[in-house]
């Protein structure tokens, strides 16, 4: 018996975006499975935070599908795509830094306690909570402070782990990370960095949208590579350097096979000339 075709986990065909005169996306098509880093890149004004927007809810394609695990969605809204598992973690954390790690895991999802009283009065289970976050985080491998520390109290990278972990913690599939570790230093990048690349052994989907080359080349399984609302490169990372991704984002690598193609063969020696100089 014939196993059942397994799909991505997510699927863009022949998408396009405009804004009014500006054709910002222009029938791109990509496919990500799951447990797959997959980074995207581009120049500003590639694309990039169109495709974001369009996956993760806040905008709807003129034209094309967007599909997760083989069925087509439509999103009228990010709780849209929440729902069919995706999750996006931009630069600017939506983190509450006055409230605990805990508390912002579960801002609007907050768990009420079961009992009769508890339930009528609208009591919040914060033993419950307070379990469930820390099992998510040592399954995650994540080695943060104690789930009652104050957001406030957090590094930037700690920060970040703590919004791409709620993202996952929820069941998501795919996880859109939008520059997470723009704002940075060496040592919070690395905390940012190697939990991306854990995520890949719990089957997340991730795509990672940066500027820096040496980050993406680090942690990425296939760069897809935007350029001017086109797709032009979508390739694994194996054998790719930072001066080739730059080329492809500028579009000088494009020009300079464009070139080597049209330029005129030079002519070697004919047969007669070669049986003249011997």
């Known amino acids: 018996m014939t196993a059942p075709a397994r799909h991505p986990v997510l699927e863009l065909r022949s998408v396009s975006k405009s804004y009014g005169p500006v054709r910002a996306l222009r029938g791109v098509s990509l496919k990500v499975e799951a447990g797959e880093v997959v980074g995207l890149i581009g120049d500003n004004g590639a694309g990039k935070s169109t495709l974001i927007s369009l996956v993760s809810g806040s905008a709807p394609p003129d034209r094309g599908e967007i599909l997760v695990e083989g069925a087509e969605k439509t999103f009228e809204s990010a709780l849209d795509a929440r729902d069919a598992g995706i999750e996006t973690v931009f630069q600017a954390l939506a983190l509450a830094p006055t409230l605990?790690?805990?508390?912002?895991?579960?801002?609007g999802r907050e768990l009420l306690r079961r009992d009769p009283i508890g339930r009528s009065l609208k009591w919040l289970?914060?033993?419950?909570?307070?379990?469930?976050?820390a099992s998510g985080f040592q399954r995650l491998g994540l080695t943060l402070p104690a789930v009652t520390t104050k957001v406030a109290a957090l590094s930037g990278g700690q920060r970040q782990a703590v919004a791409i972990a709620r993202a996952v913690l929820w069941d998501s599939r795919i996880v859109l990370l939008d520059e997470p570790t723009a704002a940075l230093g060496v040592k919070q990048t690395e905390i940012v960095l190697g939990f991306i690349q854990r995520l890949k052994q719990h089957g997340v989907a991730v795509i990672f949208v940066s500027h820096n080359m040496q980050q993406v080349l680090r942690v990425v399984d296939r760069v897809i590579v935007l350029r001017l609302g086109r797709k032009v490169f979508d390739g694994a990372r194996a054998n790719l350097t930072g001066p080739q991704l730059v080329g492809l984002?500028?579009?000088?690598l494009a020009e300079e096979a464009s070139v080597a193609r049209a330029a005129p063969a030079v002519p070697g020696p004919s047969s007669?000339?070669?049986?003249?100089?011997v």
Do not use: Q
């Open 100 to 107: 605990n790690i805990v508390e912002n895991v579960y801002l």
């Open 125 to 133: 289970d914060k033993g419950a909570m307070r379990r469930e976050v």
């Open 249 to 252: 984002m500028t579009g000088a």
């Open 272 to 277: 007669k000339e070669c049986g003249n100089a």
